[in-house]
């Protein structure tokens, strides 16, 4: 009946709404106040919705927390997978991808990954959801390295592309959270100094092929 299929629409959208609300609020107070710092009540208050539907909608605050790292994580994963398949060299994608890692600090993402990694540590419930979120990011990574390393002509016998993936997934995560206790001891020459080494390896697998 026209009523009825109006009257479920209305439904669905009260709660996407709501559940927007609550989610966006969450990724506010993360950045500002850190989850341990975040009651249910501060959270539906910075929401504008009751408290119970925090409850009803996700079951606990630690299900938000985690709903709203995946969000983000999609949003920005997506941003670099479009990037990576795009036709530029590969030391321009590694450019792009290191220019990012800088920007997006002002976004307060990597406040709030470190935020939900430290809640992981003492919850084992909730660490295989942000395995997850690890493993989403060292998917996207190793691809682009296992490209650029076809690219580069590197020997991947010598130079593992899952060793590789590795070292730069982890010192991303240093540079990280170097950035978020304000740290940022050889940053900028460990960063001139790889952009160094591809353009070498650039130059001489270009020289190879001639």
């Given at each position: 009946m026209?009523?009825?299929?109006?009257?479920?629409?209305?439904?669905?959208?009260?709660?996407?709404?709501?559940?927007?609300?609550?989610?966006?609020?969450?990724?506010?107070?993360?950045?500002?106040?850190?989850?341990?710092?975040?009651?249910?009540?501060?959270?539906?208050?910075?929401?504008?919705?009751?408290?119970?539907?925090?409850?009803?909608?996700?079951?606990?605050?630690?299900?938000v927390?985690?709903?709203?790292?995946?969000?983000f994580?999609?949003?920005?994963?997506?941003?670099?997978?479009?990037?990576?398949?795009?036709?530029?060299?590969?030391?321009?994608?590694?450019r792009?991808?290191?220019?990012?890692?800088?920007?997006?600090?002002?976004?307060?993402?990597?406040?709030?990954v470190?935020?939900?990694?430290?809640?992981?540590w003492?919850?084992?419930?909730?660490?295989?959801?942000?395995?997850?979120?690890?493993?989403?990011?060292?998917?996207?990574?190793?691809?682009?390295?296992?490209?650029?390393?076809?690219?580069?002509?590197?020997?991947?016998?010598?130079?593992?592309?899952?060793?590789?993936?590795?070292?730069?997934?982890?010192?991303?995560?240093?540079?990280?959270?170097?950035?978020?206790?304000?740290?940022?001891?050889g940053?900028a020459?460990?960063?001139?100094?790889?952009?160094?080494?591809?353009?070498r390896?650039?130059?001489?697998?270009?020289?190879?092929?001639?």
């Amino acid at each position: 009946m026209p009523g009825m299929v109006s009257g479920e629409h209305a439904v669905t959208r009260a709660r996407a709404d709501a559940t927007t609300a609550i989610m966006d609020a969450a990724e506010r107070l993360l950045v500002e106040v850190g989850y341990a710092g975040i009651t249910a009540r501060k959270l539906a208050d910075a929401a504008g919705v009751n408290l119970g539907l925090i409850h009803y909608y996700f079951g606990s605050m630690e299900e938000v927390f985690l709903r709203v790292l995946e969000r983000f994580t999609a949003r920005l994963t997506e941003r670099q997978a479009a990037m990576y398949a795009g036709d530029a060299p590969f030391i321009e994608k590694w450019r792009t991808a290191m220019r990012y890692l800088f920007e997006d600090r002002a976004s307060g993402y990597q406040k709030i990954v470190y935020e939900l990694f430290a809640m992981s540590w003492n919850k084992p419930e909730i660490r295989a959801r942000v395995v997850g979120i690890n493993e989403r990011w060292t998917e996207t990574v190793a691809g682009a390295v296992a490209d650029g390393m076809r690219e580069l002509g590197v020997d991947t016998r010598q130079f593992p592309a899952k060793a590789i993936t590795c070292l730069i997934v982890s010192f991303n995560k240093g540079i990280m959270l170097d950035g978020l206790t304000g740290f940022d001891y050889g940053h900028a020459e460990l960063l001139d100094m790889i952009d160094q080494f591809l353009v070498r390896l650039s130059h001489e697998h270009e020289e190879g092929t001639r």
